[in-house]
């Protein structure tokens, strides 16, 4: 399978400790997006990376949540001292962009849920 | 900033058409998306449009009119299958061009 691959598919957590989520894109794109979503909502942005370099993170975005990308390629989303509120589904996307503005199909993985308990 | 409207929920019967509305206000357009998620799944990508008028893909449509800040998701022929969660996206200049989401309409297709 080629798309977009996400580990765990579930965690469950006790609040305050930390969590990391994996997502391998597809490999020829060079965008990779973090999304949350929760129940009844749309998949909210949290950041994204052109290639390993992050070039935007959503102003909401507690600090406790920091992401990588190394090499560009696999990217990983931390959540220190999880809170009850981080309960939610992260979904992660990859697409392939000509130019900043320009479109790209978003592909998404099947997501990581966190239960924060 | 950046705002996206569409109703909550649609019901519609199998075989009959359906149209998703969606409005939307934006400092900068760069296109409108749309996608799907079925309960427990990935959204997947239905349409886009970057310029007014209608695209056509297969069953589903999309149209857009940038004066109105409007567009819209016409599903023709509808499928039990359809039932699923109707997204549509924007992308933002003020969070770095990345995809905003609107909150989704909830397709509920019967017999």
Known sequence: DTGVSQNPRHKITKRGQNVTFRCDPISEHNRLYWYRQTLGQGPEFLTYFQNEAQLEKSRLLSDRFSAERPKGSFSTLEIQRTEQGDSAMYLCASSLVKDRAGFGELFFGEGSRLTVL | ?111
């Open chain 2, 1 to 111: 900033g950046q705002s996206l409207e569409q109703p909550s929920e649609v019901t519609a019967v199998e075989g009959a058409i359906v149209q998703i509305n969606c409005t939307y206000q934006t400092s900068g357009f760069y296109g409108l998306s749309w996608y799907q998620q079925h309960d427990g799944g990935a959204p997947t990508f239905l349409s886009y449009n970057g310029l007014d008028g209608l695209e056509e893909t297969g069953r589903f449509s999309s149209f857009l009119s940038r004066s109105d800040s409007y567009g819209y998701l016409l599903l023709q022929e509808l499928q039990m299958k359809d039932s699923a969660s109707y997204f549509c996206a924007l992308k933002a200049p003020d969070s770095g061009y990345a995809l905003n989401f609107g909150k989704g309409t909830s397709l509920l297709v019967t017999p």
